[in-house]
């Protein structure tokens, strides 16, 4: 079975900083990209992040770039997303999600087979 879970979200003050965890299991993580998402209430789902976990290469919104920095842990199946100088903004549930390596970088959210149930992440002002 396919799993995703994420972890590591909580809750923050202004310019505090986060580290989210995306662990997965039952697919090779090799013939992934994995990506960040997140969606704040009555807002669409807005792309953070993709990491080819393979060769290693970033993918980065432009909106996204400078406070947040995507990792992988290929001995652990795991991905992460630092998160700095956090804004109430950045309030919302932070998804991972994987998507074939053809496909890396691709923000596009149809595009990934498997999803994680979210993390919450509250940023207070």
């Known amino acids: 079975e396919v799993q995703l879970v994420e972890s590591g979200g909580g809750l923050v003050q202004t310019g505090g900083s986060l580290r989210l965890s995306c662990a997965g299991a039952?697919?090779?993580?090799?013939?992934?990209?994995i990506g960040w998402f997140r969606q704040a209430p009555g807002k669409e789902r807005e792309a953070v992040s993709c990491?080819?976990?393979?060769?290693?290469?970033?993918y980065y919104p432009n909106s996204m770039k400078g406070r947040f920095t995507i990792s992988s842990d290929d001995a652990k199946n795991t991905v992460y997303l630092q998160m700095n100088s956090l804004k109430p903004e950045d309030t919302a549930v932070y998804y991972c999600?994987?998507?074939?390596?053809?496909?890396?970088?691709?923000?596009?959210?149809?595009?990934?087979?498997?999803w994680g149930q979210g993390t919450q992440v509250t940023v207070s002002s």
């Open positions: 990491i080819d976990v393979a060769d290693g290469h970033t």
């Open positions: 039952g697919f090779s993580f090799d013939d992934y990209a």
């Open positions: 999600a994987a998507i074939e390596r053809a496909y890396s970088g691709s923000f596009t959210p149809e595009l990934y087979d498997y």
